[in-house]
Nanobody, 127 residues
Framework: QLQLVESGGGVVQPGGSLRLSCAAS????????VGWFRQAPGKEREGVSC????????YYTDSVKGRFTVSRDDAQNTVYLQMNSVKPEDTAVYYC????????????????????WGQGTQVTVSS
């Protein structure tokens, strides 16, 4: 069975950190670009970041630049999203998704690019 599973969400105080994981099973994630998305209540799902296969090039949405870092460990078949200096507006369900095209593009936020999606993990930033 081909699937992605996110983990690492939770409740964190403003200014704190979390690391989200996206683990693949049934296929090799190293051949895919991987996007991170988030969806806050009442809002559309938005692209947060993307990491390419091959060259590990990355994209970030402006609101998380300098605070979030995406990385991948192909030996573990996992992609990570390190979230630092979190803010209440980062509260959302976070999803990862696999794009069969190996390189991220500026259109990484287009959900139709992605073949596989995880079930999401809740991140709540609150004091």
């Amino acid at each position: 069975q081909l699937q992605l599973v996110e983990s690492g969400g939770g409740v964190v105080q403003p200014g704190g950190s979390l690391r989200l994981s996206c683990a693949a099973s049934g296929f090799r994630l190293e051949y895919y670009a991987v996007g991170w998305f988030r969806q806050a209540p009442g809002k559309e799902r938005e692209g947060v970041s993307c990491i390419s296969s091959r060259d590990d090039s990355t994209y970030y949405t402006d609101s998380v630049k300098g605070r979030f870092t995406v990385s991948r460990d192909d030996a573990q078949n996992t992609v990570y999203l390190q979230m630092n200096s979190v803010k209440p507006e980062d509260t959302a369900v976070y999803y990862c998704a696999a794009d069969p095209m190996p390189l991220c593009r500026s259109t990484y936020g287009d959900r139709s690019r992605y073949d596989y999606w995880g079930q999401g993990t809740q991140v709540t930033v609150s004091s």
